[in-house]
């Protein structure tokens, strides 16, 4: 058994060399034909090769401008409907002064980079979002602003009829440096319908967006959301058009899968997911995303928020070569009851009992120290 397991390795092994660029079916064959560990192992080579044995995160603060949305999709546990605008204390929009207070926490733990994502709301005008841009770059001149959804971006143009090149390009003169690469969820149509609204785009459209913006030199993330009704084929459809879209016109700097977080969902509430992603499905999932699109995409991220701190760990020795961030203020995850916290120092620490060096990036994978 053991003879013949490692004979399909040293295959696929071969087969990866000659020719990075596996096609979703070929993908599936080795997903069925390699024990997790195999496949691990496999990834973990890879990532030597691409990145080496360096694990990155940065020093990262969230502000989440607005929870009402428009969209109310049955996988978020963060919105509040915009028809109850007015009818409810559970939602909110920051004004310049939250904002200038949301700054100086970011201040105080040395933030490189501002995160901001909210919901679709229509109510805010886009100079709404060109002054707090503004705002934040006024109190620390020297961060990036990693801002929006593509979702986000689209939905927020389409409502003031803007197009996506002007919108973004109103945004940049603003102060936006790259884009977050979420709300991609998981682009098969069938999968979207159950766990999205129409309001959110499709994911061919997702796809085109990413390439508009890539186009006019903002890059930023790219992101999957599995674990809810998804099968396995699904997500390595979803992984090949991801990195099929960065041959095409390049522009993401990592690829994050997130682990979707069941608690206070629609669709848990709803009994269509009833249990998180197993483990074995996290660590199946970074390492399948590190050898279908590590050439492509050579930053591999496993966001500790939503897979936990040990499983986390697990991945960098199986695929995964950054841990997204500190993720300070996180309330999107947060409204699914995961407010797990860290340090610098404790990633750090994750990141060396793993037996691999930890450093502290910028937005765009910069090094910025070795601790
Ligand atoms: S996932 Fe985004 S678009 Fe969907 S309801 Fe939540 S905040 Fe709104």
Not at 73 to 99: H, Q
Request: aromatic content about 8%; some cysteine; proline content about 4%.
């Amino acid at each position: 058994m053991e003879q013949i397991q490692s004979y399909r390795y040293r295959y696929w092994e071969e087969s990866l060399t000659s020719n990075p660029l596996i096609s979703a079916a070929e993908a599936r064959d080795l997903a069925a034909d390699l024990s997790l560990y195999d496949i691990m192992a496999l990834a973990n080579s890879l990532t030597s090769a691409q990145v080496g044995d360096v694990v990155s995160y940065a020093v990262s603060y969230n502000i989440n401008y607005s929870n009402y949305c428009a969209a109310s999709c049955p996988i978020c546990a963060f919105y509040v409907p915009m028809k109850i605008k007015g009818k409810t204390d559970r939602g909110y929009e920051l004004s310049r002064n939250d904002i200038r207070n949301e700054m100086q926490k970011a201040k105080a733990i040395g933030a490189t980079e501002i995160h901001i994502v909210g919901g679709f709301n229509p109510d805010l005008p886009v100079e709404y979002y060109e002054d707090i841009f503004r705002l934040v770059k006024e109190e620390m001149p020297g961060v990036t602003l990693k801002a929006l959804t593509i979702p986000e971006i689209d939905f927020i143009a389409r409502t003031h009829g803007l197009s996506i090149k002007e919108f973004v390009s109103r945004l940049r003169d603003a102060g936006m440096d790259a884009h977050t690469g979420g709300g991609a969820e998981i682009f098969d149509p069938a999968v979207r319908k159950v766990i999205t609204t129409k309001e959110k785009i499709s994911g061919e459209k997702w796809l085109e967006d990413a390439k508009i913006i890539h186009g006019m030199g903002i890059r930023g993330n790219s992101t999957m959301t599995y674990g809810h009704v998804e099968n396995f084929d699904q997500i390595i459809d979803h992984i090949v058009k991801l990195r099929d879209n960065q041959i095409e016109v390049p522009g993401f700097l990592s690829f994050i899968p997130l682990k979707f977080s069941i608690e206070n969902t629609p669709l848990l509430k709803m009994g269509k997911v009833t249990m998180p992603a197993s483990g074995e499905t996290d660590l199946k999932v970074i390492a399948m995303a590190r050898i279908i699109a590590g050439a492509y995409i050579k930053n591999i991220s496993v966001y500790w928020v939503a897979v936990g701190k040990e499983i986390a760990q697990i991945a960098l020795n199986g695929g995964g070569s950054d841990l997204v961030g500190t993720a300070f203020s996180e309330k999107i995850f947060g409204a699914t009851d995961r407010r797990d916290v860290t340090t610098s120092e404790e990633l750090d620490h994750l990141i060396r009992e793993a037996g691999k060096i930890p450093a502290q990036r910028d937005t765009f994978y910069n090094i910025l120290r070795y601790p």
